[in-house]
T-cell receptor
Framework: ETGVTQTPRHLVMGMTNKKSLKCEQH?????MYWYKQSAKKPLELMFV???????ENNSVPSRFSPECPNSSHLFLHLHTLQPEDSALYLC?????????????FGDGTRLSIL | GESVGLHLPTLSVQEGDNSIINCAYS??????FIWYKQESGKGPQFIID?????DKRQGQRVTVLLNKTVKHLSLQIAATQPGDSAVYFC????????FGTGTSLTVIP
């Protein structure tokens, strides 16, 4: 049972569409993350938020736009994506962004770009 | 750059046997390590963690061993069960968390 909920679980969109991914954590954590998981590759960190403030943007293209209205909710707004953006997008949360804080993950949104 | 690698992409074990999954990391300054389990269609699930001031930590049926000299981490699963079939990957801290690509464990009934 996960304390991090992601919706939708699956999303198919065209390159000109605009859609948003949603993440909600019920763990009382202060930090939230977006990761991209592609086949045969390690998790790629995209964005980090701590107490609603973005603390890290890992050189992510501007077609991905995060939003964190509060410590419990995180969004990833998508527009004009490319086929190589097809992947599993994972949200995670942790108590803080310290180096010894385990991250807890949601089950992800499987994104397919046509 | 910093990296984390797993030694075997796949591993098959007989039900009831012990499993050992290995991981190597590059940054000698890494001081915190986590093992995750990812089942098909699900997100990574925290299994066990260990700090660099320890060389062994045990959980329920799992043991993590840390060898800082050779920068090696292993996960041992005792009496492997079919429900243990999943992808396992390690993470190590540097400036951020660095994740391995995973070892796919298949348990043969």
């Amino acid at each position: 049972e996960t304390g991090v909920t992601q919706t939708p679980r699956h999303l198919v969109m065209g390159m000109t569409n605009k859609k948003s991914l949603k993440c909600e954590q019920h763990l009382g954590h202060n930090a939230m993350y977006w990761y991209k998981q592609s086949a045969k590759k390690p998790l790629e960190l995209m964005f980090v938020y701590n107490f609603k403030e973005q603390t890290e943007n890992n050189s992510v293209p501007s077609r991905f736009s995060p939003e964190c209205p509060n410590s419990s909710h995180l969004f990833l707004h998508l527009h004009t994506l490319q086929p190589e953006d097809s992947a599993l997008y994972l949200c995670a949360s942790s108590q803080g962004t310290g180096r010894v804080q385990p991250q807890h993950f949601g089950d992800g949104t499987r994104l397919s770009i046509l | 750059g910093e990296s984390v690698g797993l030694h075997l992409p796949t591993l098959s074990v007989q039900e009831g046997d012990n499993s050992i999954i290995n991981c190597a990391y590059s940054n000698s300054a890494s001081d915190y390590f986590i093992w995750y389990k990812q089942e098909s269609g699900k997100g990574p699930q925290f299994i066990i963690d260990i700090r660099s001031n320890m060389d062994k930590r045990q959980g329920q049926r799992v043991t993590v061993l840390l060898n800082k000299t050779v920068k090696h981490l292993s996960l041992q699963i005792a009496a492997t069960q079919p429900g243990d079939s999943a992808v396992y990957f390690c993470a190590a801290t540097g400036n951020q968390f660095y994740f391995g690509t995973g070892t796919s464990l298949t348990v043969i009934p």
